[in-house]
């Protein structure tokens, strides 16, 4: 099985990063094969809504940017997970970008159905509060959108993934979820 993990954070090390990482453990210890990418770190330009993309499934994106890379893992892969922290109620810019540039990956024929995996991280330690449900409901959509099932959700506070009594139960979720998307 192949998969590809996004990080949608600006910091390598960090709360989503830290899950992700964990995602990717339980999903290699199931077998699968990942491949990783840091957001941040690219040159990915915005979706300018010029459908140059359409209507075929396979047609490429027409900017030329660091997203050609990825659309080529995203077209072979059998799984995606997608790490972001909660900015301003809803996922980080980068994996905003990300999701609006996946539009190129639509087309109007059939596409192949690829499973998903999702982590957040937030600040406010309620989950509701802090917008990492507009955040979930936002990738849900655009699962569903691409014709993609949904496998689940690890999420946590940062205070929380700092915390010695609650980080081994969070890191422990995270590999499960990375199991389970690898053996569908």
Same mark, same amino acid.
């Given at each position: ?36 990418? $840091? ?8 979706? =300018? ?14 900017? =030329? ?23 301003? $109620? ?7 970008? $990300? ?50 099932? $949904? ?17 081994? =139960? ?15």
């Amino acid at each position: 099985m192949k998969i590809v993990a996004i990080v949608g954070s600006p910091r390598h090390g960090g709360s989503t990063d830290t899950l992700v990482d964990h995602i990717i453990a339980g999903a290699q210890n199931a077998g699968a094969t990942v491949t990783k990418y $840091f957001l941040h770190d690219m040159n990915i330009r915005p979706c =300018q809504g010029c459908n140059g993309c359409r209507p075929e499934v396979e047609k490429p994106c027409v900017i =030329q940017d660091d997203m050609q890379l990825i659309h080529r893992d995203l077209r072979d892969c059998d799984a995606v997970i997608l790490g972001t922290p909660i900015y301003a $109620f809803a996922p980080s810019a980068q994996l905003t970008i $990300f999701l609006n540039r996946g539009y190129a990956l639509g087309g109007d024929g059939p596409r192949k159905s690829v499973r998903t995996a999702l982590a957040l991280a937030y600040g406010n330690p309620d989950p509701l509060a802090s917008g990492a449900i507009n955040a979930y409901r936002i990738i849900r959509e655009c699962t569903n959108w691409s014709g993609g099932v $949904f496998v689940g959700l690890v999420h946590t506070s940062s205070g929380k993934l700092a915390d010695d009594q609650t980080r081994p =139960q969070i890191l422990s979720q995270a590999e499960a979820l990375g199991r389970s998307l690898a053996s569908p």
